[in-house]
């Protein structure tokens, strides 16, 4: 974009006067962007962004949690993970305190770490926490395509894979437009969010990432609110296309198949989740350790369920800045780099 682009952009979103106009950003990556680049203050009063459920570590429930300290404690499984997810509250401890008490924590950058971990210690049962939208799913899929192909035993997943159609959905009119995520519609194309437009009345467009794509993709929002209809637009052509990734999709496939999950916040809904297909049991944590159901419970002093929704902003919550901080979380919304708590912490405080 030139800049007599980015300044009519510019000018688009300071100068709305229409009637209130609410947009939801999916994605936590944008929502930190926005706040860091201080997109946010060139909105006008009648333009509200509000943050939505596009945070993996966010919306995974607390009893995966559970489940993932039980592994540790009383199966003396080493658990592999992600670093965000170390600090999550579960209903009587986080990962954290799991690690104090002797459980074995394991902070890896991919799903395949965790599977060299396995092959190079084959005397400890390795499971990789497998957290994450149509983006990070594929990279675990492999792991579990190398693990069988190595003929690992010691290595299995469990999973809290998610899946972003189905929340769209359930989210239909809680904002008057979406920014949708562009990492995933790099993945999964912009069929379905013309689908959504078309047949169920759903606006949007797909954001990147920079500083000039979200002033775009807001200017776009802005612009197009106006006529009156439902609308879609891709706003991430250089990264996103109409077919996204056939492979990553035939991967994912090939290996998982969808079911019923819970979602933080928005309970369950059908078929948003991913699960191991039956050739794959062997590599399911869930199976392999004969888990019991888990319902873990949450801090109830905490609304990031309510955030999630954008039912309310993370500064409405009575902890927000004060009993929950970074340093010491009361939930996941808090700890994760991609949270809208944190990023309200970091960056906007109780002002925004």
């Known amino acids: 974009m030139n800049e007599d682009k980015l300044e009519q952009a510019r000018k688009i979103i300071s100068s709305y006067d229409g009637p209130k106009l609410r947009i ?26 509000i943050s939505g459920p596009g945070c993996p570590v ?30 999550v509250p579960g209903t009587e401890m986080s990962l954290a305190g799991a690690r104090s008490k002797g459980g074995k924590i394991q902070v890896v950058y991919s799903p395949l770490d965790a599977v ?49 159609p189905e929340a769209y959905l359930a989210l239909k009119g809680s904002a008057d437009a979406f920014l949708y995520p562009g990492h995933v519609h790099a993945i999964i194309g912009t069929q379905l969010c013309e689908d959504m437009a078309e047949k ?39 990264v996103v296309t109409k077919e996204g990734s056939p492979a990553g999709v035939k991967l994912v496939n090939s290996i998982m198949e969808p079911c019923d999950t ?23 944590a869930r199976k392999k350790f004969r888990l019991p159901p888990v319902e873990g419970r949450s801090n109830p002093a905490c609304r990031c369920g309510e955030v999630l929704q954008g039912k309310c902003k993370p500064s409405d919550c009575g902890v927000f800045g004060k009993v929950c901080t970074p340093e010491h979380p009361v939930g996941a919304c808090m700890v994760s780099g991609e949270g809208a708590c944190s990023a309200y912490y970091l960056y906007g405080g109780s002002e925004s």
């Open 24 to 49: 939801m950003e999916v994605c936590g990556t944008h929502t930190h962007e926005i706040f860091r680049l201080g997109i946010r203050k060139l909105l006008p009063e009648n333009v509200d962004l």
């Open 58 to 87: 966010c919306v995974t429930p607390v009893g995966f949690i559970d489940e993932a300290v039980m592994l540790a404690l009383d199966h003396d499984a080493t658990i592999c993970t992600f670093g965000d997810l170390v600090r």
């Open 116 to 164: 060299e971990y396995a092959k190079e210690h084959p005397e400890e049962q390795v499971v990789f926490l497998a957290v994450g939208f149509e983006t990070t799913t594929p990279a675990s899929c492999l792991a579990v395509k190398r693990a069988k192909e190595a003929g690992l035993e010691n290595f299995s997943l469990l999973t809290a894979n998610k899946t972003m």
């Open 200 to 238: 169920e009345g759903v606006s949007g467009v797909i954001a990147g990432f920079t500083g000039r794509e979200l002033l775009t993709a807001l200017a776009v929002v802005i612009s197009r609110a106006q006529e009156g209809r439902p609308f879609f637009e891709n706003c991430y052509p250089r």
């Open 262 to 284: 819970e979602w933080r916040g928005l309970g369950v809904i059908p078929q948003s989740g991913m699960q191991l297909r039956e050739e794959y049991a062997d590599f399911d």
